[in-house]
């Protein structure tokens, strides 16, 4: 089945802009979707599709893709961005599976 | 309101079964395909089982293939997972996912709506 990697830590400074990346082959296929999760919550739908937030979502959350590269950025950090970030994508190995990144821990400094 | 509510986790000895279940209000379920994620104390998500809305195609992860078993029940909105031989490598949160889909009924290939979770143990 696919892969998809993630950077395990990122830092920002509070209103500066951080990209978190995701990579995989999977991606060639397919768009990424991302999700945020705080300690002890579910995560939550933030970004889908080529660049698509749900209802709810700060518009200071994008997504982007290039080849098998996805990316979440997040335009002017906020103290609550401080979460966990998790890629995921349809499995394109030929299985009908779905593929996690394995996560990126966001500190708000 | 939307809402995925799951239950039935607890603490079950290595080679034991459980059941969760999972109820959802607040939209049209029988409209959606629906999933079973798990993370493990201090892990990532890992995608564990689909199951599309009537039934007809049900997908599993290697990890747990030919052990668990998916299933809904449509009428009673309501999504299950049969877990046997358990192992302790299954502890974990179970969640419920819903697959968010457009306004026409095409996939958004994301887990648009969550359950809160619900806790398995696998210990002796």
């Known amino acids: 089945s696919s892969e998809l990697t993630q950077d395990p830590a990122v830092s920002v400074a509070l209103g500066q802009t951080v990209r978190i990346t995701c990579q995989g082959d999977?991606?060639?296929?397919?768009?990424a979707s991302w999700y945020q999760q705080k300690p002890g919550q579910a995560p939550v739908l933030v970004i889908y599709g080529k660049n698509n937030r749900p209802s709810g979502i700060p518009d200071r959350f994008s997504g982007s893709s290039s080849g098998n590269t996805a990316s979440l950025t997040i335009t002017g950090a906020q103290a609550e961005d401080e979460a966990d970030y998790y890629c995921n994508s349809r499995d394109s190995s030929g299985n009908p599976d779905w593929v996690f990144g394995g996560g990126t821990k966001l500190t708000v400094l | 309101e939307v809402q995925l509510v799951e239950s039935g986790g607890g603490l079950v000895k290595p080679g034991g079964s459980l059941r969760l279940s999972c109820a959802a209000s607040?939209?049209?379920?029988?409209?959606?395909?629906m999933n079973w994620v798990r993370q493990a104390p201090g892990k990532g998500l890992e995608w564990v089982s689909s199951?599309?809305?009537?039934?007809?195609?049900?997908y599993y992860a290697d990890s747990v293939k030919g052990r668990f078993t998916i299933s809904r029940d449509n009428a009673k909105n309501s999504l299950y997972l049969q877990m046997n031989s358990l192992r302790a490598e299954d502890t974990a949160v179970y969640y419920c996912?819903?697959?968010?889909?457009?306004?026409?009924?095409?996939?958004?290939?994301?887990?648009?709506?969550w359950g809160q979770g619900t806790m398995v143990t696998v210990s002796s």
């Open positions: 996912a819903r697959e968010g889909v457009d306004s026409y009924g095409y996939s958004r290939h994301a887990f648009d709506i």
């Open positions: 607040g939209f049209t379920f029988s409209s959606y395909s």
């Open positions: 999977s991606l060639r296929s397919y768009y």
């Open positions: 199951i599309s809305s009537s039934s007809s195609y049900i």
